[in-house]
């Protein structure tokens, strides 16, 4: 006889034995769930009208969750990004910048996926483009091939942890936080990353400087002044494009939703202005529009919301309807913009199945007790706090061997974050506890796309590289990033503050002293 208490596990074990099939997830996730609500139906654990709240659950606060609009702004924002030569011309110009000094091209490659994970959101474009660009040119000059494939890979997966990154929506969405605070949550990690790739490029350097040597000075087509300006077309238009996304969300000016489709336009217009058929009167236009919405941006910080306020900004409106128009008159944007839908509707797709089914399995498996069952669970590990973060991220970690990001979001994080919110308050404080979780679980999560057997970074590098490179090769050479990766989870568990320095401190409000005239 099957009791209340063996019915969590099992659905547990049911629903690892029926992934490991190969059964579609979303599927896997619906029909283990209403099965196992089925059974317990018929041994009187809950009735069928209990089966109801999942519709409404579905309907209530899956479909009409405002916060995952975002998802198909910023997924279509990066479908455009990775593929309109940004990451070839910034690729090149740091390349060269960087190129006299031992580990340049290596440094290069880190620099611009830390920029392009601030505005694509993706790893696949991200790894695939910098691939096709660096690998060639780093293998011409001599770098070691397994230095090549870790930090490519590694470069590319950095995009999960920089803001906008969708990793950090959904989970912010999960976790029933801002993803202001989420953003916020998550930069200090990020650049302790690319600092922490930075310094073994430089380490590597000294103890072996032929695996990283410096690109010959006739290598070298540009200097100077020249130089330069090329740096600066790459970052300036991507660090205007961040702020639009990230800096009006952060000030308060926009939601994540808002933010996503300025990012969405904003992405169209960077395509429009890399392109060849750029003329000089697109040039015109798009000066005239920055200019007007610099004194538009004045005029409200310094007076009212006046007439010049409202001409300078219809006429920044008016330049981006011109890109716009541009952007649908040229042939290849036209077909890139097309595309970019179409991955954007298979990813808002496959993620809303996923919600669905992970809703069906998690109604049901909170029915039959299931949420006590882990609490009891994991709050009698041994270790306190530190034993409860070190076994939830090594079982993330092995997690991430067969379930993608999605998955384990949707299907695991539900259950166990309202068992962190209880333990970890007590460590940074109930506002700033499932934050920290999550960005945590943010960084263990970047380690699925590098180690086998479904490192999809991995994947994507050998399909792209050239036949003379081993898979051997790609796989040993992504095993330094993994625990540079392992390493910054350390630092992020025992240094609560790298995730929570920059968040808003909790407003401590006497109730004794307030008074009400």
Sequence with gaps: MITLEMMPPLMFGGLVLAMLIGFP???????VGLSFGFLAIHLGFFDLNFLQAIPGRIFGSVLANDLLLAIPFFTFMGAILERCGLAEDMLDSMGQLFGPIRGGLGYSVIIVGFILGAITGTVAAQVIAMAMISMPV??????NMRYITGVLAASGTITQLVPPSLVLIVLADQLGKSVGDMYLGAWGPSIFQVIL????????????????????KEARTLTGWALWKKCLMGIIPSAVLIFVVLGTMMMG???????????AVGAI??????????TKKDRSILIVGVVAAGIGTIVAMLFTENLVFKLSFAITYLAVAWLGIRAVAIPDLRDLIK?????????????TFILIGSTCFSVVFQGVSGGEWLEHLLTSLPGGVWGFLIFINVFIFFLAFF???????????PMIAPIAQKILAPVV?????????????????????????????????????????????????AMPWIGLQAIMVLLVIAFPITVTGLLDKPVQVDLDKVKIE
């Design 25 to 31: 997830v979303a599927f896997t996730l619906a029909a």
């Design 138 to 143: 780093m293998m011409r000059y001599g770098y």
């Design 197 to 216: 790739f930075a310094g073994y490029t430089f380490v590597l350097g000294l103890i072996k400087p032929s695996h990283v040597p410096p690109v010959p």
């Design 253 to 263: 000016l926009a939601t994540p939703t808002e933010a996503g489709a300025m990012g």
């Design 269 to 278: 217009v960077l395509a429009v202005i890399h392109h060849k058929e750029f």
């Design 339 to 351: 595309q970019g839908y179409e991955t954007t509707m298979r990813i808002t797709c496959m993620v």
């Design 403 to 413: 379930l993608d990001f999605f998955e384990i979001a949707f299907i695991i994080l």
């Design 429 to 477: 404080g109930p506002e700033a506890a499932l934050i920290w979780f999550g960005v945590m679980l943010c960084v263990n999560m970047q380690t699925s796309f590098l180690h086998p057997p479904f490192g999809f970074a991995l994947f994507y590098l050998r399909g792209v590289a050239p036949k003379e490179v081993k898979s051997s090769d790609i796989y040993w050479g």
